[in-house]
C-alpha cells in the first residue's frame, strides 16, 4: 500500500466509517477496503479504495469528505463509484 498523507486520511476516515462492522464472513468490514487499496499504484487510487463504500454504507457524505481534507480528485471518482439508491442497484452494476 502507498503510505502518504493523503492515504493516512483515508484509512483514518474508513476505519471511523465501518469501525464495528462485520462482513459475510464475520471478519471487520475494513478489512475489504484496505484489500483493495493494497492493489492500487498512485496515491489518489489508493485513497479512492480505501473510501470507495464509505459514502454508500455508512452516513459519511461527499461534503464530509472535502470538509475532512480528501481533495477533489478523489471525491470524482468515488462520486462514479458510489451506487446511487434511485438507481437500481442491477441496473447500477
Do not use: Q
Request: overall charge negative; glycine content about 4%.
Amino acid at each position: 500500500m502507498i503510505y502518504t498523507p493523503l492515504t493516512y486520511l483515508a484509512m483514518r476516515i474508513a476505519y471511523d466509517a465501518h469501525h464495528g462492522v462485520l462482513d459475510r464472513s464475520g471478519a471487520p468490514y475494513v478489512f475489504h477496503p484496505y484489500e483493495v487499496a493494497s492493489r492500487m499504484d498512485d496515491e489518489v487510487s489508493t485513497a479512492v479504495a480505501l473510501l470507495h463504500d464509505v459514502v454508500e454504507d455508512t452516513d459519511v457524505t461527499f461534503e464530509d469528505l472535502a470538509a475532512k481534507g480528501i481533495p477533489e480528485e478523489a471525491i470524482r471518482p468515488l462520486r462514479l463509484l458510489t451506487h446511487d439508491p434511485e438507481v437500481p442497484y442491477m441496473d447500477y452494476i
